[in-house]
């Protein structure tokens, strides 16, 4: 997964290990090799295996979302940036499990969480050149955004409540006000200790 995600060489020995720990590794690699000859068949010319490695191969039909995004992020315009946050969807591979894979659910997670601060700040940074440009609708479409990323992050809220009130809707600034106490309220509710 790493190698797709990542646009890196993974060793064989590795992924037979990853996905099929319990069995040998020869048995481990050899169900590898049919799982690779599969998607040979399906996505011709995407992958390249060598006897020891395999690796991504990204083509005009075969694309990773993760490897765009990272693209269009390193550009720090509008546009690039409003790109960068259509592609976000939800998390990485959302309701993925491997069944017996604690490793793969350890690197899921710590994905999930990199790939979410990377949203974040593409977020952030796409409000703030609408702002500066005046441009409040946009700005406030992506920080609603924003929040519902990061809930718990006062400062998303706190950006939603600035464009709010700078594009006239003092109500609704207000109200967004009520609901961030209420979410950091419940937040510390949460982590306080139990004595």
């Not at 976000?88 to 894979?101: E, S």
């Not at 601060?117 to 500066?132: G, N, P, Y």
Request: charged share 25%; with cysteine; glycine share 4%.
């Amino acid at each position: 997964m790493l190698s797709v995600v990542r646009n890196q060489v993974e060793h064989r020995s590795h992924l037979a290990d990853l996905f099929w720990q319990d069995k040998s590794e020869r048995r481990g690699r050899g169900n590898l090799s049919r799982v690779l000859h599969n998607l040979t068949s399906l996505l011709p010319g995407c992958l390249v295996a060598t006897r020891d490695t395999v690796a991504w191969m990204p083509t005009d039909e075969c694309w990773v979302d993760t490897a765009v995004f990272t693209s269009l992020t390193t550009r720090h315009d509008a546009p690039s940036l409003m790109a960068a946050a259509d592609l976000y969807r939800g998390d990485l591979m959302a309701g993925l499990y491997l069944d017996d894979c604690p490793e793969f659910e350890t690197w899921l997670a710590a994905e999930q969480e990199l790939w979410r601060q990377h949203m974040s700040l593409v977020l952030e940074q796409t409000i703030s050149l609408h702002r500066d440009a005046g441009n409040y609708q946009e700005s406030l479409r992506y920080a609603a955004r924003w929040v519902a990323l990061d809930p718990w992050r006062e400062e998303s809220h706190r950006m939603l409540m600035l464009l709010l009130a700078l594009s006239g809707q003092r109500s609704a600034a207000l109200k967004q006000y009520a609901t961030c106490q209420r979410i950091l309220a419940d937040e510390r509710t949460w982590r306080r200790p139990k004595r």
